[in-house]
T-cell receptor, first 116, second 111 residues
């Protein structure tokens, strides 16, 4: 089954304790991205990656890191989490745009993070 | 940035057709219009996309007038399970087809 998986689905942690949220897709997609969703603010893009070893900042990258060492994985790293990073996080992927005008994005099930 | 404006919420009843209109006055020539659906605590799910005129798939129809400054998502014969938030997005080709989500329309289907 084609899908985007995220782990963990739920996480409660404390301020300053480094954590990683994993994201994996099995569709051989080139493009992957991370979003956070907050009440009243909608979904905002944190980071994205056009391909292996190619990453770039989205709209709200402060406090986050990402890496793209393999095509299928795109982990989100919070080196020193703070309470304002409490949010619902979504990973997404889509195919590249070579020869195409548009490709739909496939979203993961979400990771609900609480930072105390 | 092509901003979209859509109603905050809409109520409907089972079996009715739901039409959600979205305005995107500054859409660029190469931009696409796409709609996503999101259930509570789940990731958004692609519904439909189009460039102009009418597009139909097994889930919905998308109507885009000639000036492309608005679009209407039509959900035929909704059921309770169609209760969700529906996002209208302009996919900006110049921005690498980045998705910029607005507030969406919360559709409540009543029995």
């Amino acid at each position: 089954e084609a899908q985007v998986t995220q782990n963990p689905r739920y996480l409660i942690t404390v301020t300053g304790k480094k954590l990683t949220v994993t994201c994996s897709q099995n569709m051989n997609h080139e493009y992957m991205s991370w979003y956070r969703q907050d009440p009243g603010l909608g979904l905002r893009q944190i980071y994205y990656s056009m391909n292996v070893e190619v990453t770039d900042k989205g709209d709200v990258p402060e406090g986050y890191k990402v890496s793209r060492k393999e095509k299928r994985n795109f982990p989100l790293i919070l080196e020193s989490p703070s309470p304002n990073q409490t949010s619902l996080y979504f990973c997404a992927s889509r195919d590249g745009l070579a020869g195409k005008d548009y490709n739909e994005q496939f979203f993961g099930p979400g990771t609900r993070l609480t930072v105390l | 940035l092509a901003k979209t404006t859509q109603p905050i919420s809409m109520d409907s009843y089972e079996g009715q057709e739901v039409n959600i209109t979205c305005s995107h006055n500054n859409i660029a020539t190469n931009d696409y219009i796409t709609w996503y659906q999101q259930f509570p605590s789940q990731g958004p799910r692609f519904i439909i996309q189009g460039y102009k005129t009418k597009v139909t798939n097994e889930v919905a129809s998308l109507f885009i007038p000639a000036d492309r400054k608005s679009s209407t998502l039509s959900l035929p014969r909704v059921s309770l399970s169609d209760t969700a938030v529906y996002y209208c997005l302009v996919v900006e080709k110049a921005a690498g087809n980045k998705l910029t989500f607005g507030g969406g329309t919360r559709v409540l289907v009543k029995p």
